[in-house]
C-alpha cells in the first residue's frame, strides 16, 4: 500500500476526520452467501416477461442494469407499457391507467445483511412478532419461511396492478389481486408459479435445486431472483471502499474534501450512515408530489402520506427511507419520486428544502407522455398540500457554497463500483418463456 508522505498528505489531501467518524468499508461478511445454480434461474426470470399477468413486462423493465437499475424517469410507466427508459410508450392494448406512484428504486447492495427496511416508505421490515419475522402489507403475508428478506420483497410488484400483475380484465392474476386472493390455491402468487412451471426450462433447472417430484413454489421463485440481485449487484469496491481499507491513493484531492463535507459540515452522515451508508430511518424532506401517490386517509386524493401509510402515525407523514449511497450518480432521477433528475439538483435542495420546494422547476421531472394520464400535477397545483408538505419537513438546511458542492459531488462519485453495473452475470440473450427481453435501443 503507498502511503502519501505527511507533508504532501497535509497540503494536497488532508483530512481532520478520525477513524471513529468514519465508517468501516464493506466486506463479503456483510454479505449473504449466494448459491449461483440459484442465482442463474434468477437471471432468466429477472429479464422474463413471463411473471407479469400479461406476460408484457419483467422485473428488468424497470430496474434495468444499463439505466443504473432503475429506468431512468421520475415515476415508471409499468404494466402497459412498451420499451424501456425514455423510449417507453403505452401500448395499443392494456393501456396504463395510471403511473407507478414511485421512482424504481436501485437495486445496489439490496443483499446485504443488515437491509431490513424495504420500500421508500418502508411498509416492509424486519419485525420478529410477524409471521416468519418479517412484516408485510396487510394481505400479502407469507406462506413459508423466507431465507433473506429480499427473497420475500421481490414477490410484492407480481401483485402490484400498474407494476406487473395488470387489470383484472385483462388477465387471471389481475382478477385474482382485484379479488384480494393473493395466497394459497388459486391465488396471484400461485398462479404465477404454475406458470413458470409449465416452461419446461424453469421445471428442468428447478428439478436440480428442489427436486424433480417438489411443486414449483411462489417462495422458490423468490429465492432465485433474490439470488441473482444479491450476486449481480453488489457494490462493494469503491474508491471510497478501498480508501477505508487503506490505500491512500483512491480519493483525490476534491474526494477527500467532499469526504471532510460529508461527514462533517454538511451533515449528510446523520442519515447516511454506517456502512450501507444509510440509517433506514424515514427522513420528510420536502420533496414536491406528483403523480398518483400513495394515501389512506389523506384529505387530498393525489397525496402521498409515506411511512404513515404504515406506522398509522401522524408524524410520519411525506417521509421516507434513507437511500443508500453506492452508485448514486448513476441512479437518476433522485427522490422517493424522482423529482430531481440531477445528483446536483437533489444536493441543492437539502441546503434549503423549502426554498427548493417553493421554487420547484416542474419541467425537470422526467415522465413518460401518456395521453390517457392527465393530472399528475394536481397535488403541486393545491396550496393546502404543498403547505402540509413544507411543514412536515424534518431536516435541518445547511449552507454550502458552489465549490463545496462541487467537492461534495465529487466524493459522491467516489461512490461508484463499475462492476455493480456492469454486472457478473450479464443480460441473457435469451430467457425460457421465448418472450422478448426489453433492451436500449442502442444495445443489441
Keep these: 500500500m503507498k502511503r502519501i508522505p505527511t507533508f504532501i498528505a497535509l497540503s494536497f489531501a488532508a483530512t481532520t476526520l478520525s477513524a471513529d467518524e468514519l465508517p468501516r468499508a464493506l466486506d463479503p461478511s456483510d454479505f449473504f452467501d449466494v448459491n449461483i445454480e440459484w442465482a442463474a434461474i434468477g437471471r432468466n426470470l429477472f429479464f422474463d416477461k413471463a411473471l407479469s399477468g400479461n406476460d408484457n413486462i419483467s422485473c428488468a423493465t424497470c430496474h434495468h442494469p444499463a439505466l443504473g437499475t432503475g429506468d431512468g424517469m421520475a ?201 450501507l451508508m444509510s440509517d433506514f430511518e424515514m427522513h420528510a424532506l420536502a420533496l414536491p408530489q406528483f403523480g398518483p401517490g400513495k394515501k389512506e386517509n389523506a384529505d387530498f386524493p393525489h397525496a402521498d402520506e409515506g411511512h404513515m401509510r404504515t406506522s398509522g402515525a401522524y408524524e410520519d407523514i411525506y417521509s421516507f427511507r434513507t437511500p443508500m449511497l453506492r452508485n448514486v450518480t448513476l441512479t437518476a432521477p433522485y427522490g422517493h419520486n424522482g423529482a430531481f433528475t440531477t445528483l446536483e439538483a437533489m444536493v441543492r435542495h437539502h441546503l434549503n428544502p423549502l426554498q427548493s420546494l417553493g421554487n420547484f422547476d416542474r419541467a425537470q421531472v422526467l415522465l413518460h407522455d401518456v395521453p390517457s394520464i392527465t393530472d399528475d400535477w394536481v397535488a403541486l397545483d393545491t396550496t393546502g398540500e404543498t403547505f402540509r408538505i413544507a411543514t412536515a419537513m424534518s431536516i435541518n438546511p445547511v449552507p454550502l457554497n458552489d465549490a463545496e458542492v462541487d467537492d461534495l459531488l465529487a466524493f459522491l462519485d467516489a461512490l461508484t463500483d463499475p462492476v455493480a453495473l456492469t454486472g457478473r452475470l450479464g443480460i441473457p440473450v435469451t430467457v425460457p418463456s421465448g418472450l422478448d427481453i426489453d433492451m436500449p435501443q442502442d444495445q443489441p
Design 75 to 275: 415515476l415508471p410507466l409499468g404494466e402497459g407499457g412498451i420499451g424501456l427508459g425514455l423510449q417507453r410508450v403505452a401500448g395499443e392494448t392494456n393501456i396504463p391507467l395510471e403511473r407507478v406512484p414511485r421512482n424504481a428504486p436501485p437495486l445496489f447492495n439490496l443483499g446485504a445483511r443488515d437491509f431490513d427496511v424495504f420500500f421508500h416508505d418502508g411498509r416492509m421490515f424486519r419485525d420478529r412478532s410477524a409471521p416468519f419475522g418479517i412484516r408485510l402489507p396487510k394481505g400479502n403475508e407469507l406462506e413459508r419461511r423466507m431465507p433473506t428478506m429480499l427473497s420475500a420483497q421481490n414477490l410484492l410488484p407480481l401483485l402490484n396492478v400498474e407494476e406487473m400483475a395488470g387489470q383484472p380484465d385483462e388477465n387471471p392474476v389481475g382478477r385474482a389481486v382485484a379479488r384480494n386472493r393473493l395466497t394459497g390455491p388459486g391465488g396471484a402468487w400461485d398462479l404465477i408459479a404454475k406458470e413458470i412451471e409449465g416452461i419446461d426450462d424453469y421445471r428442468n433447472a428447478f428439478d436440480w435445486l428442489i427436486g424433480a417430484d417438489e411443486p414449483l413454489h411462489i417462495s422458490h421463485i423468490g429465492i432465485a431472483l433474490s439470488s441473482f440481485i444479491m450476486y449481480e449487484f453488489r457494490a462493494a469496491n469503491t474508491p471510497f471502499d478501498r480508501y477505508l481499507r487503506g490505500d491512500d491513493d483512491a480519493l483525490d484531492a476534491a474526494q477527500m474534501r467532499g469526504m471532510e463535507l460529508f461527514y462533517g459540515k454538511a451533515e449528510c452522515s446523520s442519515c447516511h450512515s454506517g456502512p
